[in-house]
């Protein structure tokens, strides 16, 4: 149970699940560094079941309640759950993070005597025509009309923003925080670099180009794998690493696309992975691949904290936060992709590595997690106050 708050305000956040996936990501970041004695934290999942994101914010001290409905799929018992759980927290914020939680802090807040404020979450940007599920344009539909109930809508992205409010979503609600990552996790790390590679079997001098990213149609690793065989053409020694969930030998249609492109001894495919910055610091180059839907990427933050030249596709922010340090290319465009593999790739070694000294440099300076911290701190104090 949670304890008896004293004069910290208790914010509860809601978010559709905890498996491992941006948003969760960067609500673990958020909550280990909040203020404790100003804000009291507690985190209900819509979905089942506890997960890797789930344990680790729990081992932060902050309460998890997982209310077990299937992910797009709500039930009166399941909105009867949440509504006796809020109505025990009492918090005096209630923050929700991506579509399915917002709409079902509108249901919160409304269930207590006196109205709560909320927040909103919006972590991605939109492309309603790619977007393969009916629930989930039905849900960003019905966001934009019950956008006047949020006191904000926090946004990733400025392109998201724009893309939300061009379908209807009050502007006037718009707060913009990108995400914010910690120099010591995530840096340049010689050692890390090392042991993967001797881990992959590969020497130092091996060009190695990752993309870290669940499976799933909006990340495009079918882009991804078709640019790593026009590339191999031309540079035949580079090797590819794939992590995160469902990126293993063991999917049949990631394996099938790996085979039938010929590149089986040239993927590791490696699954979720707990090591992401060891593995993160290893690479040579790192890629968002992503056809639509990203915000702002955690995994080219990250990498370039660590030091690593990036190649994105132009998908939300993913241009304006490489800028200058990396390249940006057309999404769905392999060809495009592979050439700026390369590249990154036939540049001088020095070179390469003033580029990554930039990229680290341009994360430290403007999306660090302790700004972003700071920035969501603020906005909790004004909206409750």
């Not at 039930?75 to 914020?93: F, S």
Request: with cysteine; aromatic share 6%; charged share 20%.
């Amino acid at each position: 149970m949670v304890t008896e708050r004293d004069s910290s305000a208790r914010i509860l956040h809601l978010i559709t699940s905890l498996r491992t996936g941006g948003a969760e990501t960067a609500l673990y970041r958020l909550l280990s560094r909040l203020d404790s004695e100003l804000f009291d934290s507690v985190v209900i999942s819509l979905s089942a079941g506890e997960t890797t994101i789930g344990e680790r914010i729990e081992a932060l001290g902050v309460p998890v309640y997982s209310l077990g409905m299937q992910p797009g799929r709500p039930t009166p018992a399941g909105a009867w759950r949440l509504i006796r759980r809020v109505y025990q927290l009492r918090p005096n914020l209630i923050h929700g993070w991506m579509y399915d939680a917002n709409l079902a802090a509108i249901l919160a807040s409304a269930s207590l005597l006196k109205q709560v404020p909320v927040v909103w979450g919006i972590r991605q940007s939109l492309d309603l025509k790619a977007e393969p599920k009916w629930r989930s344009r039905v849900a960003i539909r019905v966001g934009a009309r019950l956008s006047a109930w949020p006191q904000q809508i926090v946004y990733v992205s400025r392109a998201s923003a724009d893309q939300h409010e061009a379908i209807g979503s009050r502007a006037d609600r718009r707060s913009v925080i990108p995400n914010g990552f910690d120099g010591e996790q995530f840096r340049p790390d010689t050692g890390a670099r090392a042991s993967v590679r001797a881990e992959l079997g590969l020497g130092e001098g091996t060009p190695l180009i990752g993309l870290i990213a669940r499976y799933h149609p909006m990340k495009d690793h079918a882009n991804f794998l078709a640019a790593a065989r026009l590339v191999l053409k031309q540079e035949p020694t580079v090797r590819f690493l794939l992590a995160g969930p469902c990126v293993e030998v063991s999917n049949k249609e990631l394996s099938t696309l790996v085979s039938t492109l010929g590149l089986q001894e040239r993927i590791h495919l490696l699954g979720e992975r707990r090591d992401i910055p060891r593995l993160t610091a290893a690479l040579d180059i790192a890629c968002s691949s992503s056809a639509w839907g990203e915000g702002f990427p955690n995994v080219i933050g990250e990498a370039m904290a660590c030091g690593v030249p990036c190649v994105v596709t132009d998908v939300g922010d993913s241009a304006w936060v490489v800028g200058e340090t990396g390249q940006v290319v057309p999404s769905r465009d392999p060809m495009a992709l592979s050439a700026a593999w390369r590249e990154v790739l036939q540049m001088e070694q020095g070179v390469r590595a003033v580029l990554g000294e930039q990229a680290r440099a341009r994360i430290m300076m403007n999306f660090s997690l302790d700004e972003a911290t700071r920035q969501y701190e603020e906005l909790y104090t004004e909206v409750i106050n």
